[in-house]
């Protein structure tokens, strides 16, 4: 009896452990139903407190949803591979401009360089306005990095079950795509309709 008391309490530990660690409900709820199978085995009623106990948790435990957590991480690992073979909208590209040949020369150029450069980093955005900016071609790697960051996230704080970051960071990609990918692709309602569907899962 006492390697059967040893084994019970290592079976709570284990729910308590995999629940609270790893928010992982399934495993303790299996961990604390052979627990009470024990306690049961045992026939030993001053531990009828102890099951009455273990009782509450399971019950508590199978109202509880569970989600499953390791297909939505490959999920969102599958939408990552796919970042790079998402189409850009074409009226999100802005082609390059060609800068005259007399400023291009010598301090003047230099300046006027520095000036385009500038300008390429400010961003003037209207209140109430929902114009696309402008990308030029060689910012598409920016955008595809910041894309693949939101879902890298995402991925991240569902595996931390930090459901107030899993949202935040599934709405700024399903943002991005919307605006800056080409929303008749087949590609891209199909990465759009994945991440709808992974924020409606409650975490």
């Excluded at 520095?114 to 910012?139: C, F, M, N, V, Y």
């Excluded at 920016?142 to 939101?150: H, I, S």
């Excluded at 991925?155 to 970051?165: E, F, H, N, P, S």
Aim: charged letters at 25%; proline letters at 4%.
């Amino acid at each position: 009896r006492i390697w059967d008391v040893e084994e019970i309490i290592t079976l709570l530990q284990i729910a308590n452990d995999r629940l609270h660690l790893e928010g992982d409900v399934a495993p303790s709820l299996a961990a604390l139903e052979a627990a009470d199978r024990h306690l049961h085995a045992l026939k030993n009623p001053g531990l009828l407190k102890v099951r009455r106990l273990l009782a509450e948790e399971i019950t508590a435990l199978r109202g509880t949803a569970h989600p499953d957590i390791s297909g939505m991480a490959l999920s969102l690992d599958a939408l990552i591979q796919e970042v790079d073979r998402l189409p850009i909208s074409p009226v999100t590209l802005q082609q390059p401009t060609n800068t005259n040949t007399e400023a291009a020369q010598g301090w003047r150029g230099i300046l006027h360089d520095l000036w385009e450069k500038l300008k390429s980093l400010l961003t003037i955005q209207h209140h109430g306005r929902t114009d696309r900016p402008l990308l030029a071609p060689d910012e598409r790697y920016f955008l595809r990095q910041n894309l693949r960051l939101n879902l890298e996230s995402a991925r991240v704080a569902l595996l931390r079950r930090d459901g107030q970051t899993y949202r935040q960071t599934l709405d700024s990609a399903q943002k991005w795509i919307a605006l800056y990918f080409d929303n008749d692709a087949p590609a891209t309602s199909g990465a759009l309709q994945d991440i709808g569907h992974l924020q409606q899962i409650d975490i």
